[in-house]
């Protein structure tokens, strides 16, 4: 069955350090990924998707990820966090069937 | 810019009470969605709608049911609220493709049952 696991439950970093955020996935053939963000009492907005092609995604907000199949992977990065990123982060795996499995969710914490 | 709004932000409702939570988009989209977001577990999905009064459970639907009338349009009702059903509850629509197509979300309505 198809799964998405985000080992961390918080991160925290300085502003201005670099970010990644891990993704590990398990499906049957080629994903379709996602990473949506969610503001304190907001819906889910859509950072960035990968669906074929180039591995390496760029996204809205200076954000990027990366598609590793050997790894199950597709980690979030972004090379310089600004206060504002301080919410939760979800990644997510397409199923066929028009369904959305979505992690746990990483809350991100920045430090002034 | 694609729209997805929810009635209520904010609900505060008895124990008992029959409860609609209800969610509009502007896209034409096919396919709508119901799901809850609860610390610690990320979104579990409630119901789906692929069509006009078409609907399909999803991995939590007990104490819940949908209504769809119109595309535009899809209900989440909560036949008789209980307590565990505090919860934040999140409607998305989407395109259909059978490969998983990117949903947009509404804002979210964060229900409380006493």
């Known amino acids: 069955a198809q799964s998405v696991t985000q080992p961390d439950i918080h991160i925290t970093v300085s502003e201005g350090a670099s970010l990644e955020l891990r993704c590990n996935y398990s499906y049957g053939a080629t994903p379709y990924l996602f990473w949506y963000v969610q503001s304190p009492g907001q819906g889910l907005q859509l950072l960035l998707k990968y669906f074929s092609g180039d591995t390496l995604v760029q996204g809205i907000k200076g954000f990027e990820a990366e598609f590793k199949r050997s790894q199950s992977s597709f980690n979030l990065r972004k090379p310089s966090v600004h206060w504002s990123d301080a919410a939760e982060y979800f990644c997510a795996v397409g199923n066929r069937d028009d369904k959305i499995i979505f992690g746990k969710g990483t809350r991100l914490h920045i430090l002034p | 810019d694609v729209k997805v709004t929810q009635s209520s932000r904010y609900l505060v409702k008895r124990t008992g009470e029959k409860v609609f939570l209800e969610c509009v988009q502007d896209m034409d989209h096919e396919n709508m969605f119901w799901y809850r977001q609860d610390p610690g577990l990320g979104l579990r999905l409630i119901y789906f709608s692929y069509d006009v009064k078409m609907k399909e459970k999803g991995d939590i639907p007990e104490g819940y049911s949908v209504s769809r009338e119109k595309k535009e349009r899809f209900s989440l009702i909560l036949e008789s609220a209980s307590t565990n059903q505090t919860s934040m509850y999140l409607c998305?629509?989407?395109?259909?493709?059978?490969?998983?197509?990117?949903?947009?979300f509404g804002p979210g309505t964060r229900l409380l049952v006493l």
């Open positions: 998305a629509s989407s395109l259909p493709s059978g490969t998983g197509e990117t949903q947009y």
